[in-house]
């Protein structure tokens, strides 16, 4: 008999937008004549189609196949050489400089932020913010570790800053922040690196929604802070930025600085690790993605994408615009697809999805599945064309 991973008896019974596509499935069903009026507001999925170079780059690299001199098989477990290339050129162009051959190709910030977990021994202090992304909770939990959580309040802005009584082993960031969409500037995350080389801890930065940064000021790369390199490992998607969450292309920053003492005294590399679990257990994003990944990550790739964000954050805006009308307290929608407020007359946030899927049929995304201190708050995400979003807030305008 298969002695189990018991862990999986610690995580939820299921994930969190995996339930919110639960009960609105079973929403569905019950009130057949309300199924055409739902606005999905929920899981941050994109609207807008792939832009006009990430199309051509995928034509262009389908055709490719179809003669031997082109054709591709397996690729580097690393990705190609000219996509790393563009995401430091790309790193670059923002004002940070990142090795191409610490760059590694990956299907999604998902998928990585989830595996890297592999290269922890069982008894790290992981530090993790609450509210927070639920795979990292997730994931730790399955490998049986231990979490510990900094709490992000309206009081801290949601951005939770070091505690020099908990001496942390790993700390997950993520800024512009998945769900309350606060960002940290370039202060606070001197303080989070600072921390980090004083206690010889790895950071693990989730920079997913970067590029919805609006103010120069504030940093879109943990490396634009110095001294990063030597303690933080940086995440990053085109999931967002160029509407490929369902086209699938990520990468991740392991510096080569990166190495820690272990138990005999010698020191291990997180990139050389990185590297040994990638090719064993990976075989790369499709050489078809990669290629249309590089397009999008040119200069004028870009100038398209940004067109998309721009049309979000209308949406945002729209947002926004609704929840300051209600004096509702909110953050996000500024650097950021994501609006995180305070639930209306006192409402728990499972209690809030209900009404609002009953009332008016909007889905949004509980607090509460982000983490306890998002018992009382509530996601909105922008990713919705202009009219459903312009349609949903107009609703919730009503009912409120
Ligand atoms: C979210 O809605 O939080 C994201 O879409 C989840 C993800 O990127 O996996």
Known sequence: MPKLNENYLNVQDSYLFAEIARRVSAYEESHPDKAGDIIRLGIGDVTRPLTKRAIEGLHRAVDEQTTAETFKGYGPEQGYAF??????????????????????????????????????????????????YPVYVDTNTMDGKKIVYMNGTEENDFLPMPDDRVKADIIYLCSPNNPTGACYNKEQLKKWVDYA??????????????????????????????????????????????????????????????TFAV???????????????????FNGTPYIIQYAAAQVLTEEGMEECMENISYYMENARVIAETLRRKNIPFTGGVNSPYIWFKCPDGMESWELFDHLLEKIQVVGTPGAGFGVNGKYHFRLTSFGTHEKTKEAMKRFEQLF
Not at 83 to 91: F, K
Not at 210 to 228: D, K, M
Not at 236 to 258: D, H, M, N, Q
Request: charged share 30%; hydrophobic share 35%.
């Open 197 to 258: 080389l004083k206690n010889d801890a790895v950071i693990l930065f989730d920079s997913a929604y970067e590029a919805f940064v609006s103010e120069p000021e504030l940093p879109r790369s943990i490396y634009a802070i110095e001294g990063a390199k030597k303690c933080a490992i940086e995440f990053c998607s085109l999931s967002k930025t160029a509407g490929f969450t369902g086209t699938r292309f990520s990468y991740t920053i392991v510096p080569k600085e990166l």
């Open 83 to 132: 996509v790393r290339e563009a995401v430091a050129d790309y790193y670059r162009r923002n004002g940070v400089e990142v090795d191409a051959d610490d760059v590694f190709i990956s299907d999604g910030a998902k998928s990585d932020t989830g595996n890297i977990t592999e290269l922890f021994a069982q008894d790290n202090v992981i530090l993790v913010p609450d509210p927070v």
């Open 263 to 281: 138990s005999d005294g010698r020191r291990m590399s997180l990139h050389d690790m990185w590297n040994r679990r990638q090719s064993t257990k």
